[in-house]
């Protein structure tokens, strides 16, 4: 089994900074691919970035350029520096892996763990 835990969240004027953080502990061995979701009320859940091993990261197009994903192996942790936020990033955000490293990074479907959220609030 695999737990995630968010850390991070907060609130924050708009073009402020935050870093996510997510520290996964079990059965970290299996976990091929990690990701940041979020859902802002009334909303459907956005796919946001996305890490594998041996190498690679996605972006969703709203927030490439201003957000960074990365992970420290030694550590269990993934990371999501967030720099030049709007009141739209505003929303729950949710740490997310899984197993297999097949399928879109973008289908919250084909993650089989989540963490429980940070809220980001930005004003």
């Known amino acids: 089994d695999v737990q995630l835990v968010e850390s991070g969240g907060g609130s924050v004027q708009a073009g402020g900074s935050l870093e996510l953080s997510c520290a996964a502990s079990?059965?970290?061995?299996?976990?091929?691919?990690m990701g940041w979701f979020r859902q802002a009320p009334g909303k459907e859940r956005e796919a946001v970035a996305s890490?594998?091993?041996?190498?690679?990261?996605f972006y969703a197009d709203s927030v490439k350029a201003r957000f960074t994903i990365s992970r420290d192996n030694a550590k269990n942790t993934m990371f999501l520096q967030m720099n030049s936020l709007k009141p739209e990033d505003t929303a729950m955000y949710y740490c997310?892996?899984?197993?297999?490293?097949?399928?879109?990074?973008?289908?919250?479907?084909?993650?089989?763990?989540w963490g429980q959220g940070t809220q980001v609030t930005v004003s």
């Open positions: 997310a892996a899984r197993t297999e490293i097949g399928g879109s990074w973008v289908d919250g479907a084909t993650y089989n763990y």
């Open positions: 890490i594998y091993t041996p190498g690679g990261a």
């Open positions: 079990g059965y970290t061995s299996n976990i091929k691919r």
